[in-house]
């Protein structure tokens, strides 16, 4: 009686007559082929097509690499041997697999082998192609694989337009739709979730209301899930009148609808409302789940809210979520950016699985807060623990370099991006400028302008600007003025500043030009206000501004307070009063700036030894600064201001930022 070879012995003509290594195989395939290997000896080979592998294969063995560099994947070159039969369920089977793992390059495999077997025109097998391309992010082989395609239906489309929009290319998936309308192809809900999603993204917020009544033209039921899309489409342009109204015509909701919502008001700062929406939310019966309390989180950070930050992360223990790194991280940003770097710590060291994330948080934490050193310290421990940095870590280490003034430090963290193979970008030559112009280095400042490889931004520029008004620099402040207003005109910032350079050095003419300038573009200039939180509620101050309720309490409790220190040796700076006024009118100008107001009202409600923490929407003036590192130490208070830049933690009469910012 013949003996059979083993199959592996017919895909090459080298491995016949010698014997098989079944190390090649699977356990799995072993038991149903032993009875398949032969001696060496025996040189007689099977009838064609006599020879079949098990029709039952598997999952796990579906992508086993092959022994020889035929085709790359077993069973590839096992159907090629004639040893299993090829059908479009085996080519389903592989393609959902390689889609499930995110295994690219055996993708590509199967996708050349199919495109050579009897299914090739098979849509089915074709649009799992399209997806699978889509799912392991290489958009490229998903629209060649789509162009390819003799025939495409409704789901072709809506693969690759959701490909699109799942992987940050949201304009070409709206590019999509006029296409795919010629052929009078009807989108159906699925289509219209990821269009929804993609105009969401996209750079231009005039697809949504198009691509909305097309929907409502194509008989497309706004269900929960439909109508959850385009609630956040409107919420991620900011349009929460649109998003409100969609919200209250659901039939039904769930928490994403709830989610939605509340990450939209989250996204525009508006702390006030998303809270509101949060606790309606648990009226309604929905428990918030990790994308609620993330959101939460960061409405809170956008206004250093930590009370109502503090409450909602005890619900969140109290409810029994895990810290998750993706919660855990927004909680440490709510923690570090309301002032409370010591809790923001805490919360790092109790992240569960910590990422990339977790550890740039903390290290713009402590950038943010001026502690130089510890940002260092956590930069060199994440190299030591194998932690690769990327962009945003060395832009957190640099920020913290400038806030410290350490250029030599600074200049060796940006040379050595090129030893991690990580490509600078604009907001890294932004801060390098920042840094060479804080430090008095302004010729070296615009030379390393003049040699950047990239075209300087209006933010490089800009940086240029912020370090001639430092330095009163007002020719080489006008040069950077221009090119900005060059490259972003309505931008009120660089106008501001430089009005501020001319009115420093008492160049009253030129500042009266720039506010003409101002005027005539329709440049406004944002007021500047502080904010204090107390009692879960939140108290804005706007200099000279009379419309707080206690506003007399106030000037009363500052002027106290001014007088206090005026003894302790505080000595008004009239040149941060930018207006062509006489000196007693400057003087008094300066007692009614946002923060002193704020620290104030702070110091008559708060009870004693209790730390202050005040918010600030513009960089604190040098004359306030003074003012409150006196008052940290004549009232004995820990004072923490956070300005557009970053932390100043004041106590006994000094700053964490050295005075240097």
Same mark, same amino acid.
């Given at each position: 009686m013949k003996k059979l070879l083993s199959p592996l012995d017919s895909i090459s003509a080298a491995l016949v007559r010698r014997p098989i290594l079944l190390r090649f195989v699977s356990s799995h395939f072993t038991s149903a082929a032993a009875s398949l290997v032969v001696d060496s000896a025996d040189s007689s080979e099977p009838e064609a097509g006599s020879l079949r592998f098990p029709s039952v294969i598997p999952d796990k063995d579906l992508l086993l690499k092959s022994p020889t560099a035929e085709s790359g994947l077993l069973l590839l070159d096992l159907i090629d041997a004639g040893s299993l039969e090829p059908s479009a369920d085996l080519y389903s089977d592989l393609v959902k697999r390689c889609t499930q793992f995110k295994k690219l390059k055996e993708g590509r495999l199967v996708h050349a082998h199919l495109m050579r077997s009897e299914f090739k025109s098979d849509i089915f097998l074709q649009n799992s192609i399209v997806n699978m391309y889509c799912k392991c992010g290489s958009l490229d082989d998903a629209r060649k694989a789509f162009d390819e395609m003799p025939a495409r239906d409704m789901v072709t489309w809506t693969a690759l337009i959701t490909g699109y929009a799942q992987n940050d290319r949201p304009n070409e998936a709206v590019e999509m739709l006029p296409r795919m309308l010629r052929l009078r192809l009807v989108p159906n809900a699925f289509t219209f979730g990821s269009l929804f999603k993609a105009c969401g993204a996209a750079s231009r917020n005039g697809h949504c209301e198009e691509v909305h009544a097309l929907s409502v033209k194509c008989g497309c039921s706004p269900d929960v899930y439909v109508g959850s899309a385009i609630l956040d489409m409107y919420a991620r342009h900011g349009r929460m009148e649109e998003a409100c109204l969609v919200f209250d015509q659901l039939d039904s909701k769930n928490e994403v609808s709830w989610n939605a919502l509340i990450a939209g008001y989250a996204r525009r700062e508006d702390c006030k409302t998303a809270m509101k929406m949060f606790w309606e939310m648990q009226r309604s019966g929905f428990e918030a789940t990790h994308f609620t309390y993330s959101s939460i989180f960061s409405a809170c950070a956008s206004i250093g809210a930590l009370e109502q930050g503090k409450w909602v992360h005890a619900q969140m223990i109290k409810c029994g979520q895990v810290l998750t790194a993706f919660v855990g991280n927004t909680l440490l940003d709510m923690y570090a950016k309301s002032g409370s770097i010591r809790d923001a710590r805490k919360i790092f060291d109790r992240v569960n699985k910590k990422d990339l994330v977790s550890w740039n948080s903390m290290l713009t934490a402590y950038a943010q807060h001026g502690l130089v050193s510890e940002a260092i310290h956590w930069f060199e421990e994440m190299r030591k623990l194998g932690v690769q940095p990327n962009q945003i870590t060395f832009l957190c280490i640099l920020n913290a370099c400038s806030h410290g003034g350490l250029l030599k430090e600074g200049q060796y963290y940006f040379d050595m991006m090129k030893r991690y193979k990580v490509e600078p970008e604009i907001e890294h030559y932004v801060t390098i400028v920042d840094l060479l112009g804080r430090a008095g280095l302004l010729d070296r400042a615009q030379k390393f302008i003049n040699e950047m490889p990239?075209?300087?931004?209006?933010?490089?520029?800009?940086?240029?600007?912020?370090?001639c008004r430092m330095h009163k620099n007002a020719e080489l402040g006008k040069f950077a003025a221009e090119r900005v207003f060059e490259l972003d005109p309505y931008d009120a910032g660089p106008h501001v500043l430089l009005y501020n350079i001319y009115a420093s050095t008492g160049r009253w003419t030129?500042?009266?030009?720039? #506010?003409?300038?101002?005027?005539? !573009? /329709?440049?406004?200039?944002?007021?500047?206000?502080?904010?204090?939180?107390?009692?879960?509620?939140?108290?804005?101050?706007?200099?000279?501004?009379?419309?707080?309720?206690?506003?007399?309490?106030?000037?009363k409790m500052w002027e106290k307070i001014d007088a206090m220190i005026k003894e302790a040796g505080y000595v008004p700076d009239t040149n941060y009063v930018l207006l062509y006024v006489d000196e007693h009118e400057r003087e008094a100008k300066l007692q009614y700036h946002s923060e002193k107001l704020a620290l104030a009202f702070a110091l008559l409600k708060m009870p004693p030894g209790a730390p202050i923490r005040i918010m600030k929407n513009i960089r604190m003036c040098g004359d306030c600064h003074s003012a409150i590192k006196h008052v940290s130490k004549i009232m004995?208070?820990?004072?923490?201001?956070?300005?557009?830049? #970053?932390?100043?933690?004041?106590? !006994? /009469?000094?700053?964490?930022?050295?005075?240097?910012?």
């Open positions: 990239v075209q300087p931004s209006a933010a490089v520029w800009g940086a240029l600007l912020g370090a030129d500042a009266a030009k720039v #506010r003409k300038m101002m005027k005539d !573009g /329709g440049v406004k200039k944002e007021p500047a206000c502080s904010w204090v939180e107390m009692e879960n509620s939140v108290h804005m101050f706007v200099a000279n501004d009379d419309s707080h309720p206690q506003i007399k309490e106030i000037h004995e208070r820990e004072i923490i201001v956070r300005d557009t830049n #970053r932390f100043h933690h004041f106590s !006994g /009469g000094s700053c964490s930022c050295g005075d240097y910012w």
